[in-house]
């Protein structure tokens, strides 16, 4: 008996949606274009980062001119994940983002675990971007009220608690819930012109940056900071070495894992699958086209903002309006303070718009409370998951440093996406599936009457299409890949050890190589899918195995602090998981 149920419980937590019955379960006007695809991922993707984030990276995480580097490795694991994204839009067009792709090929507990850490990560976007909003606003009026509020209560308890309680940035997310009761429409065209507006800035922050940079600040020297009035050590200490890497190659990968959250916007125009014209097509063009607009602007903006100021005099709050007040400019910084707060104020209600929707999602689907999904009967708007998320944005842009949310946000978001690696290595080599009645079945036709697994048949399969047997080879192995590169970026975070030649680690990496290796050609030669997509990752096991590791390396390079806050809500979801999503959900 005791049997029986655990074997229960063991089906409910790997229970996989058909892929069918995911693709079919929309009621949303479908209203959004390519374009619109494209602006909205702009628009996500070119928020607190490119006004907030340069600064942060550059000055307080000290990287100095090869921050443009941080950008570029950010951005080639983004481009990595997108791909990625872009099949699995392609297979699966409905919302739900990463949870959905999940709950498809992983089964009903990792499902679970990427939504609720999606539905956190967008509530702390939300937070995150009304804080640099605040930021913003104070640098336009003289900084008067941050300053009032920092000499009233004092709270900071570094990566945990916020210097001071910003009652402002609270306000102002509260203020917005009722904005979000706008329709579809209204709201696209809305981002379309903030998006817009966002561009000219920023081109104009380019341009301007590469007729008035200095190429002599990305080879500063110790002259330079003893001239600047640097000049209490003979060391450089916390200016680096100079040159452009001041802080040298391990500065460079933890601005990376920081710079990781200026790419997050991308995945949510997964999110609006449903209200697009044609998903299947529009769905990949918008996620690749978005991420190339959104590389090239974060790399323009870093390079130039290093060009007009020595980087360990770039304001942290106010990078960009800051540089032009220094080669004298001061119109145009009020200029850009303007475009910024226009900019963030649609992000900030994106950011609310995808907490809402993943919540309504998940609660739909019976994971979370089914409250949640009550919706006003008029105006079809999720009422409880509007106010419960929008609150909880509230309480984090009062009590939590805008840089602890974007690691915070950071670690959350390359975990999901080395999931959703992981799933396309997965269901790119299952056999099709149909929906009948209400069971998947199983194409039979090209399979043999009887499977064994046998050295043989595992590098040299029989069937030219995917088996029930070839994909549970996949599985195993994609499970296998995750640990051996979770132990190897492990690993490799003790890199000076493999520097001085230590043989015990070097031989360890040799070995988590040849591994890694083999069971990659095991992959390698089961027999893929040929269901025809709009667009399919290439290279395939590769990309998606660089994007683990690449994403999983970044993970490492976190501080505790961001640890911890990522491990208390995991516990916190798990908690809801198995008292009450596991006995509600919709598996059978």
């Known amino acids: 008996m005791q049997g029986q149920a655990l074997h229960r419980f063991g089906q409910r937590l790997v229970y996989r949606r058909p892929v069918e019955l995911s693709e079919t379960e929309t009621s949303s006007a479908r209203i959004l274009t390519t374009l619109d695809l494209v602006t909205l991922g702009v628009d996500y993707t070119l928020g607190a980062g490119i006004y907030f984030l340069t600064g942060e990276v550059v000055s307080n995480q000290s990287r100095g001119p090869a921050s443009v580097l941080c950008f570029l490795v950010a951005g080639l694991s983004s481009v990595l994940a997108g791909l990625c994204y872009a099949e699995f839009g392609s297979w699966i067009p409905c919302s739900g983002s990463a949870y959905r792709f999940t709950y498809v090929t992983m089964g009903e507990i990792w499902a679970f675990i990427t939504g609720w850490i999606f539905s956190i990560s967008y509530v702390a976007g939300a937070a995150g971007v009304a804080l640099a909003w605040t930021l913003a606003f104070y640098y336009l009026i003289g900084n008067q009220i941050s300053q009032a509020m920092r000499e009233s209560v004092l709270l900071h308890v570094p990566h945990v608690l916020v210097e001071y309680t910003d009652f402002f940035a609270m306000g102002l997310v509260l203020l917005l819930t009722g904005i979000l009761a706008l329709r579809p429409k209204e709201s696209v065209l809305v981002t379309k012109v903030m998006t817009l507006l966002s561009l000219l800035v920023l081109s104009f922050v380019i341009l301007s940056g590469f007729i008035k940079g200095d190429l002599h600040n990305w080879k500063l020297t ?312 709009h667009f399919k990752v290439p290279g395939l096991p590769l990309l998606p195995l660089l994007s683990i590791f690449l994403n999983v390396y970044l993970m490492m390079q976190m501080i505790a602090g961001t640890w911890a806050l990522f491990g208390v809500w995991i516990l916190i979801g798990l908690a809801i998981y198995f008292s009450y999503g596991i006995q509600h959900s919709l598996a059978p």
């Not at 970026?489 to 083999?518: E, K, N, R």
Request: aromatic fraction near 10%; hydrophobic fraction near 50%; charged fraction near 10%.
């Open 222 to 533: 110790e002259k330079d900071y003893i001239k600047a009035g640097f000049n209490d050590t003979s060391s450089l200490g916390p200016l680096g070495s100079g040159g452009f890497m001041p802080f040298g190659f391990q500065g460079i990968l933890r601005g990376s894992a920081t710079c990781f959250y200026a790419f997050i916007g991308f995945n949510n125009i997964v999110t609006k699958a449903e209200e697009a014209q044609n998903p299947k097509r529009s769905i990949p063009m918008g996620i690749v086209i978005s991420l190339f607009i959104c590389f090239l602007v974060y790399f323009g903006v870093c390079s130039v903002l290093t060009l007009m100021v020595p980087y360990y005099l770039i304001h942290r709050g106010s990078p960009l309006p800051e540089a032009f007040l220094h080669i004298g400019w001061t119109s145009a910084c009020y200029v850009v303070a303007t475009g910024a707060l226009c900019t963030l104020f649609t992000t900030i209600l994106n950011y609310m718009f995808s907490s809402r929707q993943m919540i309504l999602v998940m609660a739909k689907d019976g994971l979370l409370f089914h409250v949640l999904a009550s919706t006003h009967t008029s105006k079809d708007i999720p009422i409880v998951a509007t106010v419960v998320s929008d609150t909880m944005a509230a309480i984090m842009a009062l009590f939590f440093e805008l840089i602890d949310l974007v690691d915070f946000m950071s670690v959350g978001t390359l975990f999901t996406h080395s999931l959703v690696a992981a799933c396309v290595l997965i269901l790119r080599y299952q056999p099709e599936r149909k929906n009948e009645g209400n069971e998947a079945q199983v194409q039979e036709e090209n399979r043999p009457a009887a499977e064994k697994l046998t050295l043989q048949t595992l590098f040299f399969p029989g069937s030219p299409t995917p088996t029930p047997l070839s994909g549970q080879v996949v599985s195993a192995c994609s499970s296998l890949l995750a640990l051996l590169l979770t132990l190897l970026c492990l690993v490799l975070a003790q890199w000076p050890h493999l520097l001085s030649g230590d043989p015990v680690w070097i031989t360890v990496v040799m070995l988590l190589l040849v591994l890694i290796t083999g069971v990659t050609g095991v992959i390698w030669r089961q027999p893929q899918s040929s269901t025809a997509l």
